[in-house]
């Protein structure tokens, strides 16, 4: 089983809907929880931590539940911009002092 | 967010010969850059763990003997692939943690070996 899996689409979402990413992950030791960006031949860049409480930031929600160690990102009102893969990522029993674990990505298109 | 550099950007080079791949951290101290690895349409796979001043720890599966990693100072780490061979085309690209543990990455090195 692969450590972290995602649904790799692609995703092709007229501009302004509302966009839903799933991911889950299989080490259960696992302590931190992030969704990257990563645009085409570039590197992955932070989008943001996903907290047991659930966090929001602008259009962006992320959720996380520790019990079906299963991560969620939502995009609302989404924009051309968001056109990119979406990195689940999660780290071990080390925190943040071991690398990170990323998923395959999932590929979103946001169509005009 | 930190700044990390990777030098060179892109590297074409002949099958046998070496490639030496440069992380910097711009603006602050890393005592821990990973290296990882992306082929096309896969994930990131994590290599290895540089630490400065001391020996690489590397993921299984990974030759210690064909990526040599050195982590002289706080700030440089870097990736050598020995012997390149075609297969070892890829894009890799290098994090340095920060304080609070986030990583930053630097823009990757594309290796195309002919």
């Known amino acids: 089983r692969k450590e972290v899996e995602q649904d790799p689409g692609p995703f092709n979402v007229p501009e302004g809907a509302t966009v839903a990413f799933n991911c889950t992950y299989s080490n259960s030791a696992s302590q931190s929880f992030f969704w990257y960006r990563q645009d085409c031949r570039k590197e992955p860049k932070l989008l943001m931590s996903v907290y047991s409480s659930g966090n929001e930031d602008g259009r962006f929600t992320a959720q996380l539940n520790r019990a079906s160690q299963y991560i969620s990102l939502l995009i609302r009102d989404s924009k051309l911009s968001d056109s990119a893969t979406y990195l689940c990522?999660?780290?071990?029993?080390?925190?943040?002092?071991?690398?990170?674990?990323f998923g395959k990505g999932t590929h979103l298109i946001i169509q005009p | 967010g930190a700044v990390v550099s990777q030098h060179p950007s892109r590297v074409i080079c002949k099958s046998g010969t070496s490639v030496k791949i440069e992380c910097r951290s711009l603006?602050?101290?890393?005592?821990?850059m990973f290296w990882y690895r992306q082929f096309p349409k896969q994930s990131l796979m994590l290599m290895a763990t540089?630490?400065?001043?001391?020996?690489?720890?590397?993921e299984q599966g990974v030759e210690k003997d064909k990526f040599l990693i050195n982590h002289a100072s706080l700030t440089l780490s870097t990736l050598t692939v020995t012997s390149a061979h075609p297969e070892d085309s890829s894009f890799y690209i290098c994090s340095a943690r920060g304080e609070d543990f986030e990583q930053f990455f630097g823009p990757g090195t594309r290796l195309t070996v002919l």
């Open positions: 540089s630490n400065e001043g001391s020996k690489a720890t590397y």
């Open positions: 603006d602050f101290q890393a005592t821990t």
């Open positions: 990522v999660v780290t071990g029993s080390g925190g943040g002092a071991d690398g990170l674990t």
